[in-house]
């Protein structure tokens, strides 16, 4: 099968099955603190403010994380970012088992996930180009995102059973060996390639960052595209993140499982939306149809927000998925594919900077909003406002002509 042909590479295999395993870590995790949030504060302000700690050590690093892996083993970087996680993990479950685990100790480790994946995600960009022919990118990277929403299929439901009869503690302990089995299949790619390796180790940071933003800033489709994604995520992420857990309790009255079916549907829609693009061996175009996933995104957050039987709410979380599976799915391909190799994790990482961030702000608006006027109208507006934002960025030829 075309979508599968990238797992032909027993290297991307080990990859893939590692980072899948991190994946389903990854979404108890997030059922396990989001319901621990709830039941020690009850407070919107207090779910932004968690993730505006991991989002600020995350966009401050960025650059750096970029140069370092340009400059560096990328499979090292990636391997030392997983065991790092998973002690910093195995705290966390170890005070929550003892009844000890406080606020102030979730805002310190979200501060420490955000710093490591600032080396972590451009490391992972960059990789994957180097384990499979470019013919295979789409393959490779829509199995990526495939295993991301099958994980976030079963993910949510599991942990919301999980954290339903067992407590918080019980997600955040598989989410730390999750973290140790990830760091174990990357311990046989050290030896990997490393022939992006070069002039970049023998520049200075100042001038390995300048090269980055030089090669975006003559590059009409990334930087466009980039400012597009750090409005949307302020005005569409941000909301979504966090008003729907206070949309199920407060509006539906509803407990952790509707907030993990909703999940759930949104991670189905994104896995077949990552199926459609992985059948593709070559995009066309791309500019036009990345951008109506996004405008789907934005319509379908809106819908979410509205007064819709529980069917309707599944539909309108498996739309917003899947529209945005096929918007990253196609960016990353054309990164991959278009962006020079040596450039790439430099690249991917000011990509990552300028999409995410106004998220902090988007996070504690979001935050303040929900508590103000409820989630139901966060989820409209913030939707709305990113389909006008994303229809604006389709007025240019450039962004029209990307094929």
Known sequence: MTLIRSLTHPTFALLWSGQTISRLGDRLYTIALAWWVLQKTGSATTMGTVLIFSSIPNLLFLLLGGVTVDRFSRTRIMLISDLLRGILITLVTALAVTGTLEVWHIFLASTAFGLVAAFFQPAYTALVPELVPSDMLPSANSLTALSRQLTG?????????????????????????????????????????????????????????????????????????????????????????????????????????????????YALGSALGAVWVGRSTRLRRRGLVAYGGLIGWGLATAIVGLPLPMIGLLVAAFLVGGSLAIFNLIWDNTLQELVPRHLLGRVASIDALGSFVLLPIGFGLAGWATDWVGAPMVLISGGLLTTVLVSLGLLHPKIRALD
């Open 153 to 265: 299929i079963f993910g949510p439901a599991l942990g919301a059973a999980i954290v339903a009869f067992g407590g918080p503690s019980g997600g955040f302990a598989l989410d730390a060996l999750s973290f140790f089995i990830s760091a174990a299949c990357l311990a046989p790619l050290l030896p990997v390639s490393t022939a992006h390796l070069g002039n970049t180790q023998r520049a200075s940071i100042r001038v390995a960052v300048q090269e980055g933003f030089s090669t975006v800033t003559h590059t009409p489709w990334l930087w466009i595209t980039i400012c597009i994604s750090g409005l949307t995520n302020m005005t569409q992420a941000g909301p979504w993140s966090v008003a729907l857990p206070f949309l199920v309790k407060d509006s539906l009255h509803a407990e952790v499982g509707v907030l993990g079916f909703l999940y759930s549907a």
